[in-house]
């Protein structure tokens, strides 16, 4: 299994970028997918995830409203649109398959979770 994040890179205070998580190795479309991220000095979090048929997501309060979630099953990929950045979203941010649920017991404290990718990085200049 290989889940492959990109889309990371440098952006000003408000700018916008856009995660993709292109998994390969199992049948996408039965996994819940997440992202998670760590800035540095600090441990990982969970952002947001959504359901096999994107009927559920989740987002951390912090992002709520800034960032979007989605998924193209068709292509075994997911996206994290992520918008009005601010230097608090610098981290690393990593894609998760296979999370046992879609919801905030799962994201903010247990992280259950089969596979994990190599982060990309999102740096927000102040």
């Known amino acids: 299994v290989q889940l492959q994040a990109s889309g990371g890179g440098l952006v000003q205070t408000g700018g916008s970028l856009t995660l993709s998580c292109a998994v390969s190795?199992?049948?996408?479309?039965?996994?819940?997918i997440g992202w998670f991220r760590q800035a540095s000095g600090t441990e990982r979090e969970g952002v947001s995830c959504?359901?096999?048929?994107?009927?559920?997501?989740y987002y951390k309060d912090s992002v709520k409203g800034r960032f979007t979630i989605s998924r193209d099953n068709s292509k075994n990929t997911a996206f994290l649109q992520m918008n009005s950045l601010t230097p608090e979203d610098t981290a690393v941010y990593y894609c998760?398959?296979?999370?046992?649920?879609?919801?905030?017991?799962?994201?903010?404290?247990?992280?259950?979770?089969?596979?994990w990718g190599k982060g990309t990085l999102v740096t927000v200049s102040s």
């Open positions: 959504i359901g096999v048929e994107s009927t559920s997501t």
């Open positions: 190795g199992l049948t996408f479309h039965w996994h819940v």
């Open positions: 998760a398959a296979g999370i046992t649920s879609c919801d905030a017991d799962v994201m903010e404290t247990k992280f259950n979770t089969d596979y």
